[in-house]
Structures are given as structure tokens and as C-alpha cells.
């Protein structure tokens, strides 16, 4: 089974080893760099296989209002997809925004416009667990990758 806790040491290379291993999700290195950097001042969730196991998979936080919270980026090894890793970690961080006083959780990602497979069956994966897309800025992240918000009610 799996541990959810909050890490504040080695989150950057945490980041940097697991995005760099998911290169369909993650395969532009400005912004896995861009990811490493933002994610040292802000609160890591990770997901270990067991107390003392390897880390698995993480979720990065970002509080930006008083009532909503983003889960930032977060990664999950390849051989840990569709294990419940993921679902108990943006399980911990709705825990973790409600306690800061979050309403609501919002997470960005690829809108269905580009077809790409790999960000189809991420956006499912954030509907099956309760995310509701709101909506697209087509030219956020440049044309060729538009940008869904979705959000969650906490």
C-alpha cells in the first residue's frame, strides 16, 4: 500500500528525475525546468510505496487566493500508473488545501483540442476524480498547446 506525506528536502530533484522519466507528459526541458523551480517554495505531497520505500510519485501545491489552491505539477513513475498513487495524493492535497481554508482545487493541463492520447487519458483520470473543466486559454502555454483549467469544489 501506499504513504502519502508532505517532503521540504530534495524537492527540485524529486521533480526534475520524475518529470524527465515521462517525457509523452513532460518533454519540453525549459519547462521541467521552470517545474523544478517552482515547486522548492511550495508544499510537496509524495507518494511512497511504503514508510520506507521509494518515492513513487509527488504533487506540488500552489496556493494563489485565499479560497483556491492548484495542484501545480505532479508526476508518477510510469510503472506506478493506475495503481491509486495519484488518486490518494490529490486525495492528501484536497486535505491539505481545505486545512489552509481552500473551497476549491484547480489543476491546468492539455485541452482536448490537441489530440494528444497521453493528455486524453490525463484529463479523464482529473474527471474521474472529481475535476470539472472550466475553461480554455488557447494561447497560455502558445498555440500548439492550448491550456484546459479545471476545478475541483472542495
Same mark, same amino acid.
Given at each position: 500500500? %501506499?504513504?502519502?506525506?508532505?517532503?521540504?528536502?530534495? +524537492?527540485?530533484?524529486?521533480?526534475?528525475?520524475?518529470?524527465?522519466?515521462?517525457?509523452?507528459? &513532460?518533454?519540453? $526541458?525549459?519547462?521541467?525546468?521552470?517545474?523544478?523551480?517552482?515547486?522548492?517554495?511550495?508544499?510537496?505531497?509524495?507518494? +511512497?510505496?511504503?514508510?520506507?520505500? *521509494?518515492?513513487?510519485? &509527488?504533487?506540488?501545491?500552489?496556493?494563489?487566493? *485565499?479560497?483556491?489552491?492548484?495542484?501545480?505539477?505532479?508526476?508518477v513513475?510510469?510503472?506506478?500508473?493506475?495503481?491509486?498513487?495519484?488518486?490518494?495524493? &490529490?486525495?492528501?492535497?484536497?486535505?491539505?488545501?481545505?486545512?489552509?481554508?481552500?473551497?476549491?482545487?484547480?489543476?491546468?493541463?492539455?485541452a482536448?483540442?490537441? *489530440?494528444?492520447?497521453?493528455?486524453?487519458?490525463?484529463?479523464? %483520470?482529473?474527471?474521474?476524480?472529481?475535476?470539472? $473543466?472550466?475553461?480554455?486559454? $488557447?494561447?497560455?502555454?502558445?498555440?500548439?498547446? $492550448?491550456?484546459?483549467?479545471?476545478? +475541483? *469544489?472542495?
Amino acid at each position: 500500500m %501506499f504513504e502519502i506525506v508532505e517532503t521540504h528536502e530534495g +524537492k527540485g530533484l524529486l521533480c526534475r528525475e520524475i518529470l524527465e522519466s515521462l517525457p509523452e507528459w &513532460f518533454g519540453i $526541458p525549459e519547462a521541467i525546468d521552470a517545474y523544478v523551480d517552482g515547486v522548492e517554495g511550495q508544499p510537496m505531497l509524495v507518494c +511512497k510505496e511504503a514508510s520506507d520505500g *521509494p518515492v513513487v510519485g &509527488f504533487l506540488s501545491l500552489r496556493f494563489h487566493t *485565499p479560497v483556491a489552491a492548484e495542484a501545480y505539477v505532479l508526476g508518477v513513475r510510469r510503472e506506478w500508473h493506475r495503481r491509486g498513487c495519484g488518486t490518494m495524493l &490529490f486525495d492528501a492535497a484536497a486535505r491539505l488545501a481545505r486545512a489552509r481554508g481552500s473551497r476549491f482545487l484547480t489543476v491546468k493541463t492539455l485541452a482536448a483540442t490537441n *489530440p494528444d492520447p497521453n493528455y486524453r487519458l490525463t484529463r479523464q %483520470f482529473y474527471e474521474k476524480i472529481g475535476f470539472l $473543466p472550466l475553461e480554455v486559454f $488557447p494561447a497560455l502555454w502558445g498555440t500548439q498547446n $492550448p491550456c484546459l483549467l479545471m476545478i +475541483k *469544489p472542495l
